[in-house]
């Protein structure tokens, strides 16, 4: 049985910083892309960030570059999204996903696993 446990949401202030954590068991880790979306109330789930498994490139939409860093430990399962400078506008449940595509792809389409999502609630 594949499962994507998130962990590490919480409500911050504007520029605190978070450190979201994704757990995979189930599935063979070092060779799935791993992404992380989010889902706003009343919003499209977005891609955030992603990181492959066959070159480690990573990927950021443009309102996170330079802000969150995604990295991934194939040793302990477990893919991280850093967030700094956080804003309100990245208040969002934020989903880890898992998918055999060797780049990151930024449709959801292309993930077949799915975590149950981890609320992150920036307040001004």
């Known amino acids: 049985q594949v499962q994507l446990v998130e962990s590490g949401g919480g409500l911050v202030q504007a520029g605190d910083s978070l450190r979201l954590s994704c757990l995979v068991s189930?599935?063979?880790?070092?060779?799935?892309?791993m992404t992380w979306f989010r889902q706003a109330p009343g919003n499209e789930r977005e891609f955030v960030a992603g990181?492959?498994?066959?070159?480690?490139?990573?990927d950021f939409t443009d309102s996170v570059k330079g802000r969150f860093t995604i990295s991934r430990d194939n040793a302990k399962n477990t893919v991280y999204l850093q967030m700094n400078s956080l804003k309100p506008e990245d208040t969002a449940v934020y989903y880890c996903?898992?998918?055999?595509?060797?780049?990151?792809?930024?449709?959801?389409?292309?993930?077949?696993?799915w975590g149950q999502g981890t609320q992150v609630t920036v307040s001004s």
């Open positions: 990181i492959s498994w066959v070159t480690s490139i990573t």
């Open positions: 996903a898992a998918g055999v595509t060797r780049r990151v792809g930024k449709t959801e389409y292309e993930y077949g696993h």
């Open positions: 189930g599935l063979s880790f070092s060779s799935y892309t």
